[in-house]
């Protein structure tokens, strides 16, 4: 395979070689540098190099060019090559245009020249491009093949567990594809017992579990060590937040996440509210990025469920699901909500077979062409309807309430607003879901009136129910399951019967002495990511003055 293209575009001899040097010096190994003297030229290059199947990883374009501008190209270059990253060289004057253009040619980083020294103002800016171009660039595939029928809760829950720890495979369904039969038979293996997960080296997982998944694939199943400074329980926003500052700050820390990290918000199609991301990033996204941060700074990841805590002395001892026990100095409960079941016939029995909860995005590409149902009006269920609606041919969002107003961000109910194929209808719940071996329809009330609707797959947001029933009685939740905290406490009245310090809880504190929460499970959290990611770094400082005293 050849190497992929970095296409550098400038109508000034002298600068764009010297941007081709400063690329070549840095990107030289892994990439090959081209370049164009004009926007045609380069749009030129740009079809040969489509017509022999290379690929380019990234344009980066000067603005001010004679005959056609660095804006211009880039919007007809996404034509060609929409997945490549596209950076714009500006003059200082140029600023405003440049923001303007993120809209209009889907600029990604815009850079001032001049850049010197490159590896302050130029390599960090083209390595965080070129890292998110590689995470979604899809090379002749010779790996990890899923091979199991769309409407299979199993099939569901292995290529959702691959896809959310970022692990490429691809998917072969033996219902529309005779390619699964010849595989299965190339490994001897049964075509009654399904999903089957196939690797390069002649190995293959029937019906794998999660933990039998997360070995074969090379997640850390077991703790490095048996004692941290830090136990992080959750890797959703939260958790990843205090991963970063707890490791940056120089606390040895695990990380114990049973599914993925990013956790519930990982599986945000777009988040485009997040500081510092005019062009949105997707929850997959923002959690690898974390993920990296966290890694980079010696953070340790586990992929465990956690069954148990408890005090020991001055010690906190966290035990697995495998029975592992790790102690600790202090630990962090961050371990977010899942979304509420539905209660209504059929539901239950055709979970994963064209019913599920949260966006379930492997599921996107196969509701082509076909009648999507979302059921929620909070962020999570916009996010989801503009995903969905890029391949479905109809996206039908019910809500209870009179509208979204209440519950969904403004510029998501615009977007919603301005998508032809997506629908919103009010005063609307599911009341059945019909069908044998897959969704088929859906009984649906409005207003009172009752009707049946062709479907095919369904996706349910609706509120958020924590998972605090592992933890033990020393640590109080409110009626909702929810973990109190801090002055929360005190306001439930229930601090003088557990609480036996000679100080006030810290802010994050629970009830337990040295064991914090932080993000959607503790009680009264704003739930938003960028609120989960500031109190888990919140609930570092915390820990530090806890362990001050000791």
């Not at 099939?155 to 959702?160: A, K, N």
């Not at 956790?263 to 997959?284: M, R």
């Not at 044998?436 to 649906?444: D, K, T």
């Not at 504190?509 to 990611?533: L, N």
Request: proline content about 5%.
């Amino acid at each position: 395979m050849a190497k992929p293209v970095i296409l550098a575009v400038d109508d000034d001899a002298s600068v764009l070689e010297a941007v081709v040097q400063d690329l070549r010096r840095k990107f030289g190994v892994n990439y090959r540098i081209l370049r164009a003297a004009s926007g045609q030229a380069a749009l030129d290059t740009c079809v040969q190099l489509q017509q022999r199947g290379d690929a380019i990883a990234l344009f980066l374009s000067d603005q001010r060019m004679p005959g056609m501008s660095g804006v211009d190209f880039l919007e007809r270059a996404q034509k060609l090559y929409p997945d490549a990253k596209r950076a714009l060289l500006t003059a200082y004057a140029d600023t405003e245009a440049a923001i303007r253009a993120i809209n209009s040619a889907k600029i990604h980083y815009y850079l001032t020249k001049p850049w010197d020294p490159p590896e302050e103002q130029l390599y960090p800016v083209l390595d965080d491009l070129l890292e998110n171009w590689n995470q979604g660039y899809k090379p002749p595939f010779e790996g990890l093949r899923v091979v199991g029928p769309r409407w299979s809760l199993e099939d569901h829950l292995v290529r959702e567990f691959l896809s959310r720890n970022q692990v490429p495979y691809v998917w072969v369904d033996p219902e529309r594809d005779g390619q699964a039969f010849d595989l299965l038979a190339r490994y001897k293996l049964d075509d009654s017992r399904l999903p089957a997960v196939l690797f390069p080296d002649g190995a293959a997982l029937v019906q794998p579990t999660q933990q039998q998944l997360a070995e074969k694939v090379g997640l850390r199943t077991q703790a490095a060590s048996e004692f941290y400074d830090l136990v992080v329980v959750g890797g959703g926003p939260a958790g990843l937040g205090a991963a970063v500052y707890g490791t940056s700050e120089g606390l040895h820390t695990l990380v114990v996440e049973p599914d993925a990290p990013g956790g519930q918000a990982g599986s945000s199609s777009k988040i485009e509210n997040y500081l510092g991301f005019p062009s949105g990033l997707s929850g997959a996204d923002l959690a690898r990025r974390a993920y990296a941060q966290a890694s980079r700074f010696k953070a340790e990841f586990l992929t465990q469920c956690v069954t148990g805590v408890r005090a020991a002395d001055q010690y906190r001892i966290v035990r697995t699901g495998d029975g592992r026990e790790v102690s600790c100095r202090v630990c962090l409960i961050a371990t977010g909500v899942n979304y509420r079941r539905l209660e209504a016939p059929g539901i239950d029995r055709l979970t994963g077979m064209g019913v599920y909860y949260g966006a379930a995005l492997v599921e996107a590409r196969s509701c082509s062409e076909e009648e999507v149902f979302i059921v929620g009006g909070a962020n999570s269920a916009g996010q989801a309807a503009m995903h969905f609606s890029k391949y479905a041919s109809q996206v039908t969002i019910l809500v209870r309430a009179e509208s979204l107003e209440k519950s969904m961000s403004k510029y998501l109910i615009d977007q919603i607003a301005q998508t032809s194929n997506i629908t919103v209808q009010t005063h609307s719940q599911v009341v059945e879901a019909m069908g044998q071996s897959r969704l088929e329809c859906l009984r649906i009330r409005n207003s009172g009136k009752e009707e049946v609707r062709p479907a095919s797959a369904l996706f349910i947001f609706i509120g958020a129910a924590p998972t605090t029933d592992w933890l033990p009685g020393e640590i109080m939740r409110d009626p909702n399951g929810f973990i109190l905290s801090g002055p929360d406490l005190k306001v439930e009245n229930k601090l003088p019967r557990v609480w036996k310090e000679d100080r006030e809880p810290f802010l994050l504190e629970t009830s337990m002495p040295g064991i914090f929460v932080a993000g959607d499970v503790r009680h009264g959290s704003v739930k938003r990511v960028a609120s989960a990611v500031g109190e888990g770094s919140i609930a570092v400082q915390f820990m530090h003055q806890y362990l001050a005293r000791f």
